[in-house]
Structure formats: structure tokens, C-alpha cells
């Protein structure tokens, strides 16, 4: 994707082909700052304090942060005290686990002298295999949206979007937004809104930045309006992402999705979500399985922002002594997904439909 013209993915080696390089998110949209990724604790705290974040992104992350482990250190102590302390960042995403085996299979059975160099080409597939399968996810979601257009007879089509899963949430492209960027650039008339979305804003800093570099008209909104959007007709469908899929199609997204779900339910709205294989837990018989992270009270009694003056800055907007609860993510059942959109094509929510989509987990 693209910030002022320049082609930009959210990670990649830097120029001495060892070091990663990260776009710090934690600072966006007021300041674009490369962050640089020089061990394994790097990796990890970046992961853990959201310098990156988004499923695919958190894995791919983790993918680099085996590497760096594995430059101090080729053991096989090393490599399960690497492991074991990425798991340890964010609780919810499957990604991360997933990224984190694959790394470990990779070099558990190859000579020490080996692992560093095996184990860049891999954390590299990893982020390549990312950028095609979320090309692919665009490519099967356009399908959705220009439906929706010529329905309507080339009139603008709007999505409802909530929290980040775009190009920010992935290697490149994104989940929920690759349809959208495809859509616009195939020409379609689209129109997104962008739930704002608390307690750390993704929507407004994330979602709003990366749409806006592309050129995509859009339109952000308190998370609470989206039900009222959708009553006034002004909303064709939704689409998001997910941090996990259970095997029976149950999804767990950004605090706030079920909501967005149950809003699309009564107004007779489609409702999508946007996954990669990755993402998909085939242990889990139900989302509500997944563990639901629960992070700092001080996300929601507290906001930072620029000031009139330019100033970045952080200030307190709840009743001081009050307790607050921070649940990063809620569970939307299948029964209210219409659809799941990845990389093979979009099927219905439920462990029939996405076992027939990947037969090599049909015995899962």
C-alpha cells in the first residue's frame, strides 16, 4: 500500500539483511516512524505494546522474532525460550501460534550452522504467503461488492467496517479492506465507514489513515453509530476481520463486532468477515473456546492524541478512582456471519462449509 505515493508494506529486512524494520503504529496517523527490530525481546515487546498488531502482522512478526533469537543463539534451548516467549505477547490471535510453529518445524530437524539462514527464508515465505493470500481474499470479497453495484446500478456502495483489518493488520493489502482497495481500483463507486473504534481508536487513526493514502472515500463514526447507519439504509454491507475462527465458523474480533453483528441481523444487512487459513483454529469446536485478552484499564480511562498545537499527548476522560475493564475482543456466532471470505472463496460460517473448502482438515 501506499503513504505519500511511496510503496510501503509494515514489515520488512533492513539494509543490513538481518535487522527487521517495522511502521510503528503506536504513532499513527500524526507521525510515520520506522522502528527497527534488533532481537528477540524487540519482537516481543513490539507485539505485546502494539507497535504492530493485526493477526497476520502479529505472526509475521514473531516469524522475524525466531530469527533474531536465532542469530544469538542456534540451540534448541534457545529456540523453545524464543517460542515460548512470543506466545507469551497476545493471548487471542491464532496467527501468532501459528507463525511461531511453523518456525519452530522449520528448523527443529537441520544442523545448528544451518538455522539462521533456513530460518530467514522461512520468516520471509511467511510474509509473502501473507501478501498473496490477502490478494486473493480482495479478489473473492470485489466479488461481493460488485454485486452489490450493480444492484444498485453503479450507485456508491457502503461498507461498514469496524476496528483495523487492513493493510496495517497484515503484511500487505489487508483482510476486510483488500476487497475495498480492489473495489476502487476496478472503479467502482464505494464509500466506507469507518467505526472510530475504542478503546484504542484503530478504526480513526488506522483504517481512516490507510484509506485516506489510497484515495477511498470514507466516513468515520462513533463505534455506536453504526446500528443507526444501518436503520437510515445507508450501509450495503459489513465487512471485518477476525483475530481467531473457530472450527464451527464462531469468529472473535475487535470488542464491539457482535454488536456491529446483531445491528446487521435486524436490518436484513449482509455481514462478511475477512480470514486467511492462519487464522483458523481447527481445534476450537466453538468460539467461545478462544481466550479473550484483557489489557490495561488505562486504554480506556485514558487517550492519546494531538493538540491544536501540535503537541502529542495523553490525557485522562474517566472519572478518576473509577474501576474500568478492558476486553479486547467478543465473540460473533456463526449463525450471524453470512459469509467468511479467505483465500480459497467465501463460504457460509460453519465447520461443514469451511472443512469442505480445506479437505486436508476434513478429519480435524
Known amino acids: 500500500m501506499r503513504i505519500d505515493g511511496k510503496a510501503y508494506r509494515t514489515i520488512w529486512l533492513a539494509d543490513d539483511g538481518w535487522g527487521v524494520e517495522i511502521i510503528d503504529q503506536t504513532v499513527l496517523p500524526h507521525r510515520l516512524e520506522i522502528a527497527r527490530l534488533s532481537e528477540l525481546e524487540d519482537a516481543a515487546v513490539a507485539i505485546a505494546d502494539m507497535q504492530v498488531r493485526g493477526a497476520p502482522l502479529i505472526g509475521a512478526t514473531a516469524a522475524y522474532g525466531v530469527c533474531l533469537a536465532l542469530r544469538q543463539d542456534q540451540s534448541d534451548e534457545a529456540l523453545d525460550r524464543a517460542c515460548e516467549r512470543l506466545a507469551m505477547t497476545r493471548p487471542t490471535a ?9 518456525m519452530r518445524d522449520t528448523v527443529r530437524n537441520i544442523p545448528h550452522s544451518e538455522r539462521v539462514a533456513v530460518a530467514y527464508e522461512r520468516a520471509a515465505e511467511i510474509c509473502q504467503q501473507d501478501v498473496e493470500t490477502c490478494r486473493r481474499i480482495g479478489e473473492h470479497g470485489l466479488e461481493l461488492i460488485a454485486e452489490h453495484s450493480r444492484r ?3 450507485e456508491t456502495v457502503n461498507v461498514l467496517t469496524h476496528c483495523n483489518a487492513g493493510w496495517l493488520a497484515t503484511v500487505d493489502w489487508g483482510t476486510a479492506t483488500s476487497p475495498i482497495y480492489q473495489a476502487h481500483e476496478a472503479g467502482i463507486d464505494i464509500h466506507v465507514w469507518v467505526d472510530e473504534t475504542r478503546p484504542r481508536n484503530q478504526g480513526a487513526a488506522l483504517t481512516a489513515f ?7 472515500p470514507h466516513t468515520i463514526i462513533t463505534d455506536n453509530a453504526g446500528g443507526h447507519v444501518m436503520q437510515n439504509g445507508d450501509v450495503d454491507l459489513c465487512i471485518v476481520g477476525t483475530d481467531r475462527t473457530a472450527s464451527n465458523g464462531d469468529v472473535a474480533n475487535k470488542i464491539g463486532t457482535y454488536l456491529k453483528a446483531l445491528a446487521a441481523r435486524d436490518n436484513g444487512i449482509p455481514f462478511y468477515v475477512a480470514l486467511p487459513h492462519s487464522t483458523i483454529d481447527w481445534s476450537l469446536d466453538s468460539g467461545f473456546e478462544i481466550p479473550i485478552e484483557e489489557r490495561d484499564p488505562e486504554e480506556v480511562t485514558h487517550v492519546w492524541g494531538k493538540t491544536d498545537e501540535g503537541a502529542f499527548t495523553r490525557v485522562e476522560i474517566a472519572a478518576p478512582g473509577s474501576a474500568a475493564a478492558n476486553y479486547a475482543f467478543d465473540v460473533t456466532p456463526g449463525r450471524l456471519v453470512t459469509g467468511l471470505i479467505t483465500e480459497r472463496g467465501v463460504c457460509e460460517a460453519s465447520s461443514a462449509a469451511l472443512r469442505e473448502l480445506y479437505p486436508e482438515h476434513a478429519d480435524g
Open 210 to 216: 490507510e484509506l485516506g493514502h489510497q484515495g477511498v
Open 152 to 154: 444498485k446500478g453503479g
Open 94 to 102: 491464532i496467527n501468532l501460534r501459528w507463525a511461531i510453529e511453523e
